[in-house]
Structure formats: C-alpha cells, structure tokens
C-alpha cells in the first residue's frame, strides 16, 4: 500500500472503429477476458480506495462487463466523446469527497505492471506522467525535462527539429492528487484541431501554478495500446509468450510451451505438468502435483493435487475435481464435483452432479440433467460402480457402493448397495438375420 489513498479512473469509452466491429474496442478478449480487465487486474493491486470506469460507446455492455470483473467499480458515462480531460472530468463526481492519488488508466492499454502502477501511486510530485524511451518515437508527444522534472509536453507536429529527436515520449497515462484535478480540469481548452479537451494540459497547467511535475518511466512494451485486430493478435501472442515463461519460473513443466494457451487468472502449482495444446479459459486452478493430458480445455474449474485429466477432455465451470481423481478422454463435465479417487474414464457427460469418493463411472454415462425447462442433480454415493452406457435420469440418487448395470436407463432412486438394471429384456429370434438379408438383397435386385 501507498501513504496517500488511491483511486483508478480507467477510460474506456472510445468507440474503436479501426477494430471493424460493432463490440466496443475494450470488450475485445486478451488472454480470455476483455481487454478493460487487464486494466482492473493491475489496479486492484494497489488496493485502491475506489475505481471509475468511464463509458461511452457500447457504455451499457462496457458496464456489464465491468460489474462481472469488479463488481465494486463505478461507472462514469461520457455520452460525447470530447477528449481524455473531458473523460476524467465526468469521472470525478463519482470520487466525492476523495483526497488521495487518481491514476488515470485506459481499457485499450493493457500491459502497465504492478511495479509501474506502484511508482505512480507512491511518487512524491503532485502531477506524475508515464514516459517511455521508444524505439520509434514517430509522432508521439515529446517529455521534455529538466533540473525541476518535467518542464513540458510538447506535440509532434508542435516541436521543432531538436525537440523531435527526444526519445523520452508521452504514454497518457497520468497520476496526480484528486484536488489538483479538480482545480484544473476546468481551466483545460480545446482551442484544438479536434476541438477535444486534453488530460496533458494538467501537467502544464499544474506547472505554472507552481505544482512539482515529474516523470516516472517503464519498457516501452508495457504501453502497447490496442486499435486494431492485428495489433489484438500481437498483444496476445505477446500476453501469452509472458505467461508461459512465468509458469516455467513458477515450476510447472510443459512438454510443449508454445501449444498451452492461458488466461488472464489461470492458475497453476508447481510441479504440476501440462500437454501439449491445453487451452485454459478464465478461471481455472490447477494444484501442484496435477496433470493436465495434451488437447485439453478447461475454463472456470478446480483440479486437485494428483488428479489427471485428459486427453481431449472438456472442464466446463463448476467442475471440481478432487485429489487422485481421474478423468479420461473425450470426458465433458460441468457444474459437478468429483470426490477423492474418483475415475471418469472415458466418453462421458456429468452435468449438474455429484460423485462421491473412489465411484467409477463407466464408459459412455450421461447424467440427463435438463428437461428443456430446468437442470436438476445426479447424486452417487461413494465406491459405487456406474456400468457402461448407464443413463442416469435426474434428479436421481445412486446411493453408496450401489451398481448400475451396463446399457441402463436409470430413473428412479437407487438405495445403498444395490444393483440396479433398467434395460429392456433381450429378446432372440434364431434364424431371423439370415432371413431378413436375404429379403433384403432380393428387394434390391428387383
């Protein structure tokens, strides 16, 4: 934590429209969730007092989102697109009666680090602006500083030769105390081409009324904004290169790096061992000491020490595994908890169900579990024994050490200890198969 209170105001009301698309820019997924989360993650790290989202294009799906990431986060609408100040500027009434630090973020920029974020909030100067030394400084604003810190920001098409050979560039990412923004915000002007109103004109403004403005820098590969689809595809193959490389510092092992697709939350205990081409979605915790089989993909699910999974298994949310237990291929499970020891070996949908400790499902098991209206339970008790192409028709309960026999429709409660077989009687009729083939061929000559 900083001495002084934070507050995170993230802008994300920019239509986008060199993305091609009808969602608004900061609902495009990286890593599994929208962009604007990544923002939120890395903001909540500094434990802040209060978040302000401020919305505007799509503002009613951008608030939806919001409230799944951060179901604290306020949200601000700035119904006219007027320019960074004028976003900041209708984000301030939600921070009434706030005094700390306002750290100024944006949706569309996703990759700022805890340890930047933690520079900006505990720097000591009344206004602090991101920087970064680029590679290709091109038509970014030019940081000009001196002796007393940050002396001015000037625009490319504004500064002369000199000025433009800075390689200290703006990033707009701006911290200054919530008093300061509210003297200031309304002395800003659009005297511009855009006519827009701009948060760079606080340091300036700050400045001359005799405010400390400085700058605090990070790696240019941190202020990478998002605006169009191929610049989305090179953040992600950027966010997942960083993800992989963490997992392998935390002690995961990987057999083929490069094929495992993570979110933005995934997370994996050492020593667990991952396949190749696993695709984790949001959500999802994998304890040490798991294995997760190549072709695998979880979302919003809970794999215990020593379980297996896979391959070419499906974890749907809800699905939590238990230590030891075992799920085999082409498994699908969802919303269910599997206790200790469990196996699912193969070919098997558990929806809305409960299996207890050391049960064996056969080959083939459907638990029916909606009835075009509702979804209901499947209960089975420990140790039992669920035979092959067993259908279990919920709600239902199978008690414990209780058998199913193999081809049965179960619909009925099944007591502990008992055997249950819910298949039609076989009937033989000798002779018949040959009989109707030749039926059949001579049917076809004709």
Request: net charge negative; hydrophobic share 45%; charged share 20%.
């Amino acid at each position: 934590m900083t001495e002084k209170p934070v507050a995170l105001i993230v802008l994300a009301a920019g239509q986008g429209s060199r993305m091609q698309s009808d969602l608004p820019k900061v609902l495009h997924r990286l890593g599994g969730v929208p962009l604007v989360g990544h923002a939120l993650s890395t903001g909540r790290t500094l434990e802040p007092e209060a978040v302000v989202v401020v919305a505007g294009h799509g503002a009613e799906a951008v608030a939806k989102a919001v409230a799944k990431l951060n179901p604290e986060a306020k949200i601000a609408l700035q119904e006219q697109q007027l320019g960074t100040g004028h976003a900041v500027s209708q984000a301030l009434p939600q921070l009434e009666g706030f005094e700390g630090r306002v750290i100024v973020l944006y949706g569309d920029t996703p990759f700022i680090g805890q340890e930047t974020l933690a520079s900006l909030a505990g720097h000591p100067a009344d206004v602090v602006v991101l920087g970064f030394e680029a590679a290709d400084p091109g038509r970014y604003g030019r940081l000009v500083t001196g002796p007393e810190g940050l002396e001015r920001i000037v625009e490319y098409k504004d500064a002369d030769e000199a000025t433009r050979a800075i390689r200290l560039v703006n990033s707009g990412v701006l911290a200054a105390d919530a008093a300061l923004l509210r003297e200031f915000l309304p002395m800003i002007g659009n005297r511009n081409a855009a006519g827009e109103y701009y948060l760079t004109d606080i340091p300036e403004l700050a400045r001359a009324a005799g405010h400390r403005v400085e700058v605090v820098t990070c790696d240019e590969a941190e202020t990478l904004g998002i605006n169009t689809r191929a610049e989305l595809a090179a953040a992600e193959a950027a966010f997942q290169v960083r993800a992989r490389a963490r997992a392998l510092e935390d002690g995961v092992t990987m057999t083929d790096p490069a094929t495992v697709w993570f979110a933005l939350d995934t997370c994996i205990g050492r020593d667990a061992v991952i396949g190749q081409n696993v695709v984790f979605g949001p959500g999802v915790t994998v304890e040490s000491g798991a294995e997760i089989l190549p072709f695998c993909h979880l979302e919003g699910c809970h794999v215990s020490a020593g379980a297996t999974v896979g391959p070419f298994a499906r974890l749907r949310p809800g699905a939590e595994l238990g230590g030891d237990v075992h799920v085999g291929n082409f498994v699908e499970i969802k919303n269910s908890v599997l206790d200790e020891g469990a196996k699912v070996g193969h070919l098997t949908y558990l929806g809305d169900a409960h299996v207890g400790e050391a049960t064996n499902i056969g080959a083939g098991t459907v638990t029916c579990n909606y009835d075009g209206v509702s979804k209901h339970r499947t209960e089975i008790g420990a140790h039992a024994f669920i035979g092959s192409d067993t259908m279990l028709v919920a709600p239902v309960r199978v008690g414990a050490r209780a058998m199913t026999g193999s081809g049965s429709v179960i619909t009925e409660d099944v007591p502990d200890d008992a055997l249950a077989l819910g298949r039609a009687k076989q009937v033989v009729k000798p002779g018949l198969a040959t009989r109707l083939m030749q039926a059949l061929r001579q049917k076809k000559g004709n």
